[in-house]
T-cell receptor, first 113, second 115 residues
Framework: AQKITQTQPGMFVQEKEAVTLDCTYD???????LFWYKQPSSGEMIFLIY??????QNATEGRYSLNFQKARKSANLVISASQLGDSAMYFC??????????FGTGTRLLVSP | NAGVTQTPKFQVLKTGQSMTLQCAQD?????MSWYRQDPGMGLRLIHY???????DQGEVPNGYNVSRSTTEDFPLRLLSAAPSQTSVYFC??????????????FGPGTRLTVL
């Protein structure tokens, strides 16, 4: 069965510093997609970044990068130069085809001035 | 494009009442789905649809019905509301139904309380 594990319930970081949010996954499917979503206090789910299982390079989207280590089954989100607006819940999710997303329990990030 | 829209934003029901949560998308997406979000549990898939006229169950389907008569709309019906259905409900859609690379885009959510 597919599973996503996020072991950090909460993380603190100072403004302008980098932070890594951990995500490990479990699947026996050779083809899968890994996603990160941000959920601010307003409640909406905002897509941040995607990594495919066959992608050779780590995905990057602006200040977000995904540190993909296939052998370790990890897909950590790295946020560089944190901003106050980055304070939110962050969810890692996996899609193994037919669009059934499996989510982790999330990490709450708090950015302090 | 409005993207994925959901109504209502908030709803309070009494135990045993029924209601329909509305979801619509204007992106001509094949795939639509409903998730519920409970504290400490992430999002869990309730029902999904791979196209008009085709629906299937997700991880937590009990107590919910869906139908998809058009590409745009995917309503979620609560047949007889129970306090255990108090949750935040998200509708999502993606362009294609069978590709693991497609991003799912979420609506703003409906916060439902069942008393």
């Amino acid at each position: 069965a597919q599973k996503i594990t996020q072991t950090q319930p909460g993380m603190f970081v100072q403004e302008k510093e980098a932070v890594t949010l951990d995500c490990t996954y479990d699947t026996s499917d050779p083809s899968y997609g890994l996603f990160w979503y941000k959920q601010p206090s307003s409640g909406e789910m905002i897509f941040l970044i995607y990594q495919g299982s066959y992608d050779q390079q780590n995905a990057t989207e602006g200040r977000y990068s995904l540190n993909f280590q296939k052998a370790r089954k990890s897909a950590n989100l790295v946020i560089s130069a944190s901003q106050l607006g980055d304070s939110a819940m962050y969810f890692c999710a996996m899609n193994t085809g037919f669009q059934k997303l499996v989510f982790g329990t999330g990490t709450r990030l708090l950015v302090s001035p | 494009n409005a993207g994925v829209t959901q109504t209502p934003k908030f709803q309070v029901l009494k135990t045993g009442q029924s209601m329909t949560l509305q979801c619509a998308q204007d992106m001509n997406h094949e795939y639509m789905s409903w998730y519920r979000q409970d504290p400490g549990m992430g999002l869990r898939l309730i029902h999904y649809s791979v196209g008009a006229g085709i629906t299937d169950q997700g991880e937590v389907p009990n107590g919910y019905n869906v139908s998809r008569s058009t590409t745009e709309d995917f309503p979620l019906r609560l047949l007889s509301a129970a306090p255990s259905q108090t949750s935040v409900y998200f509708c999502a859609s993606s362009l294609r139904r069978d590709v693991s690379t497609d991003t799912q885009y979420f609506g703003p959510g409906t916060r439902l309380t069942v008393l």
